[in-house]
């Protein structure tokens, strides 16, 4: 079983940032082979899409976050980062996230990291 933690949330103000960790553990085999991806989930909203990263390293973002979001992975940590900068009020959500192992279509989701943009 693989076991995703996600930390570093908190209450921000508006235009500050912020960096989320997302820590694989137990039996990952090679976190190389994870697919990786962060999810939010906003009050009363669906679950959505914010960044992804392949196994090659190929990263993917949401357009409303385009620009202000990085994602990137440290495999010899097995931990994938969301760097957040020009934080709005509208990013204000639990996030997600979620370790997809490609080769046997799976995935893992962590219990998740509160952010509150807020002045």
């Known amino acids: 079983q693989v076991q995703v933690v996600e930390s570093g949330g908190g209450l921000v103000q508006p235009g500050g940032s912020l960096r989320l960790s997302c820590a694989a553990s137990?039996?990952?085999?090679?976190?190389?082979?994870?697919?990786m991806g962060w999810y939010r989930q906003a009050p009363g909203k669906q679950l959505e899409l914010v960044a992804n990263i392949t196994t090659y390293g190929r990263t993917n973002y949401a357009d409303s976050v385009e620009g202000r979001f990085t994602i990137s992975r440290e495999n010899a940590k097995n931990t994938v980062y969301l760097q957040m900068t020009s934080l709005k009020p509208e990013d204000t959500a639990v996030y997600y996230c979620?370790?997809?192992?490609?080769?046997?279509?799976?995935?893992?989701w962590g219990q998740g990291t509160q952010v509150t943009v807020s002045s």
């Open positions: 137990g039996s990952i085999l090679s976190f190389s082979m994870y697919a």
């Open positions: 979620n370790a997809y192992q490609v080769r046997v279509g799976r995935g893992y």
